[in-house]
């Protein structure tokens, strides 16, 4: 089987900083894209940033200059590092990544267990 688990997250105030990590484990063949996602109260769950195995990154408007994305392929783990907070970056946000477990399985999304992020004003 495989696991996403996240760690980090919690109460910040506006303008501070948090980050998020994100560790794959299990049967994991090979792990292509990773990304993170949010999902605020009556809302659906959006992109983030996203990054390939080669290190490409990707990062919705929002959180331009102020998010960054990072990865370890040889730890299996992704990061989100949250800088200039606002309140309306709370949410509860979610590591996501492309994986097969084998050569000859396809691609599928995995997520993690997710975790609360709520920045004060």
């Known amino acids: 089987q495989v696991q996403l688990v996240q760690s980090g997250g919690g109460l910040v105030q506006a303008g501070g900083s948090l980050r998020l990590s994100c560790v794959a484990s299990g049967s994991i063949g090979s792990i292509n894209a990773m990304g993170w996602y949010r999902q605020a109260p009556e809302k659906q769950r959006e992109l983030v940033a996203s990054?390939?195995?080669?290190?490409?990154?990707n990062y919705a408007d929002s959180v331009k200059g102020r998010f960054t994305i990072s990865r370890d392929n040889a730890k299996i783990t992704v990061y989100l590092q949250m800088d200039s907070l606002k309140p309306e970056d709370t949410a509860v946000y979610y590591c996501?990544?492309?994986?097969?477990?084998?050569?000859?399985?396809?691609?599928?999304?995995?997520w993690g267990q997710g975790t609360q992020v709520t920045v004060s004003s």
């Open positions: 996501n990544a492309d994986i097969r477990v084998s050569r000859t399985s396809t691609y599928r999304a995995y």
């Open positions: 990054i390939s195995f080669g290190g490409s990154t």
